[in-house]
Structure formats: C-alpha cells, structure tokens
T-cell receptor, first 111, second 118 residues
Framework: QKEVEQDPGPLSVPEGAIVSLNCTYS??????FMWYRQYSRKGPELLMY????GNKEDGRFTAQVDKSSKYISLFIRDSQPSDSATYLC???????????FGKGTKLSVKP | GAVVSQHPSWVICKSGTSVKIECRSL??????MFWYRQFPKQSLMLMAT?????????EQGVEKDKFLINHASLTLSTLTVTSAHPEDSSFYIC??????????????FGEGSRLTVL
C-alpha cells in the first residue's frame, strides 16, 4: 500500500459545481497536510495548509482533515474554469520533514 | 507567498551532454532546497535535499554522480544532469522552505524545468 493514495481522475464538472477532492494515507504520524494546485507545465502552487485535524476555509476552498480515518479533503465551491488544474495532496510527519505527495487529481471545470 | 524562481523553464539537449538547472529563492533565504522529478501523470518524486554549504542528501535510487547538486548560497541551488540520456527526460522542480512563512513546513515551488534529451 502506498503511503498516500489519490484518485488521478480525470474529474469533469460544470461551472458552479461543488468539487470534492480527497486523499487517504496510511502513516498515522502525518501531522501536516497540504493541498497544491498545479497547472499544466508549471510548478505546484500551495493552496491550503493544515496542521492536525479540523477544517480550514479560505475563500471558495475548504480543507478538511480526519486523522481518525486517515482521510483529507479539499472542497471547491462555485467552481470556475480557471480552477481546472491538477490538485496534489501532500503531507509530512514534522514541520521540516519530507513531503509525501499524492499522484494528483486532474480537474476540469466546463463553462 | 514566497517566490522561487527556476531557470531554464524548458531545455532540449543532445544525448551525452550536461544540463544545469538553477533554483533561486527571490525574497527569502533558504538553507534547504529540494529537487523533485515528475513524470507525466505521476506524482512528485523527491530526488534530493540540497543543504547550503554541505553535500546534498540523495534519495534511494538517485545517482549522485549523475544528478549533481550544488547549494553555494542561501538563495541558489543548482542541479546538473550529467551525460544526459533520453530516459532523463522529465519535469524537474525545485522547492524551498521559507523561514518567514506563516506556518512552518510550507514548501514553495519553482515553475519547473522541462528537460528533453534527444
């Protein structure tokens, strides 16, 4: 079993839809959880950063961490065509530890 | 967020030649930078951790003599792919941690460098 599992998609939704992206993991020592957005042929851009369990909201984006289930989610409300990208989850044990990435989910928001 | 610049963004070279990729932290000092490799539809794979003023730490399976890393200053790390072959063609991305980041542990990425070896 890989440390971090993420469905690669592709996921196609209409503009305005609520998008749910998620990752599962096996290492219970992970404490830092991140979501990155990567446009085609570009480097990843940090979207959300969460420590331990709970929710975090930033504009149209909400990140959730459920450590008991080893499951993290990213919700995008009122999705826009500009949200079309690959979304990577990442996590680490410590604040200075190596990040372990999921494979990324490719999202396409159709106008 | 902090800015990490990577250059060149795209390079094509002949088999057997060497290619250097630069990674700069523009508005912060980075004692540690990371080099990743990404194949199409694959996740980011950590190649090595670059430490300013000391030798890089390579991940298992990564040839240190092939992928030379130099971190000569607090704002610059370079990756040199020596004697490149077509199988080295990939997307190489660097990242760095900012000590001034609002939360520790955040990684900021460069734009990536696409290497094509003919």
């Amino acid at each position: 079993q890989k440390e971090v599992e993420q469905d690669p998609g592709p996921l196609s939704v209409p503009e305005g839809a609520i998008v749910s992206l998620n990752c599962t993991y096996s290492n219970s020592a992970f404490q830092y959880f991140m979501w990155y957005r990567q446009y085609s042929r570009k480097g990843p851009e940090l979207l959300m950063y969460t420590y331990s369990s709970g929710n975090k909201e930033d504009g149209r984006f909400t990140a959730q961490v459920d450590k008991s289930s080893k499951y993290i989610s990213l919700f995008i409300r009122d999705s826009q065509p500009s949200d079309s990208a690959t979304y990577l989850c990442a996590m680490s044990e410590g604040s200075q530890g190596n990040l372990i990435f999921g494979k990324g989910t490719k999202l396409s928001v159709k106008p | 967020g902090a800015v990490v610049s990577q250059h060149p963004s795209w390079v094509i070279c002949k088999s057997g030649t060497s290619v250097k990729i630069e990674c700069r932290s523009l508005d912060f000092q980075a004692t540690t930078m990371f080099w990743y490799r990404q194949f199409p539809k694959q996740s980011l794979m950590l190649m090595a951790t670059s430490n300013e003023g000391s030798k890089a730490t390579y991940e298992q399976g990564v040839e240190k003599d092939k992928f030379l890393i130099n971190h000569a200053s607090l704002t610059l790390s370079t990756l040199t792919v020596t004697s490149a072959h077509p199988e080295d063609s990939s997307f190489y991305i660097c990242s760095a941690r900012s000590g001034r980041a609002r939360s520790t542990g955040e990684l900021f990425f460069g734009e990536g460098s696409r290497l094509t070896v003919l």
